[in-house]
T-cell receptor
């Protein structure tokens, strides 16, 4: 089956720092999705990417769909304490069941 | 407010008992999904339903069962055959099976004692 490697597994940063995380796949995806999960809650969609090379922002968050279609990146600028949570990437191919494959998540802790 | 509700938030059961987790959505979505989340793991698909009265096994269906008798409801039963049932369970839905965005419920944490 498809494999998604998400890194880093966890990050401990100071408030105000920028954050970068990425996902790489063994196969090509048509769609990349980035979710955030607050502690004890369900994930919420942050950004969706549909085209190779696409760069999309949502406030302080910026995500990119890699040119090879096998990777994606999420950057958070000027982190704040409420950025704490687990960030998941998910990749999806068109056709079939249309079910995304999720990465294992990046746990982010922001120290004030 | 439209959304997905899962109840209860926390559930405790004795080993050997079956337990049913509730998932209800008022988004008028066709497709619904159950995921299991363990610490340090991604979301693993248990079962999914693309339309009412139909459902399919996901990657880790053994020891679980579902039904989809109503569009808005997709309950998950964790049976005694599930060897390691303690986990965080997430329900999700999509407008239809080809839509991009999944909307997740708040989750149910099941602890089997």
């Amino acid at each position: 089956g498809q494999q998604l490697n998400q890194s880093p597994q966890s990050m401990f940063i100071q408030e105000g720092e920028d954050v970068s995380m990425n996902c790489t796949s063994s196969s090509i995806f048509n769609t990349w999705l980035w979710y955030k999960q607050d502690p004890g809650e369900g994930p919420v969609l942050l950004i969706a990417l549909y085209k190779a090379g696409e760069l999309t922002s949502n406030g302080r968050l910026t995500a990119q769909f890699g040119i090879t279609r096998k990777d994606s990146f999420l950057n958070i600028s000027a982190s704040i304490p409420s950025d704490v949570g687990i960030y998941f990437c998910a990749g999806r191919v068109s056709g079939g069941s249309y079910i995304p494959t999720f990465g294992r998540g990046t746990s982010l802790i922001v120290h004030p | 407010d439209g959304g997905i509700t899962q109840s209860p938030k926390y559930l405790f059961r004795k080993e050997g008992q079956n337990v049913t987790l509730s998932c209800e959505q008022n988004l008028n979505h066709d497709a619904m999904y159950w995921y299991r989340q363990d610490p340090g793991q991604g979301l693993r698909l248990i079962y999914y339903s693309q339309i009412v009265n139909d459902f399919q096994k996901g990657d880790i269906a053994e020891g679980y069962s579902v039904s989809r008798e109503k569009k808005e409801s997709f309950p998950l039963t964790v049976t005694s055959a599930q060897k390691n049932p303690t986990a965080f369970y997430l329900c999700a839905s999509k407008r239809d099976y080809s839509a991009n965005e999944q909307f997740f419920g708040p989750g149910t944490r099941l602890t089997v004692l």
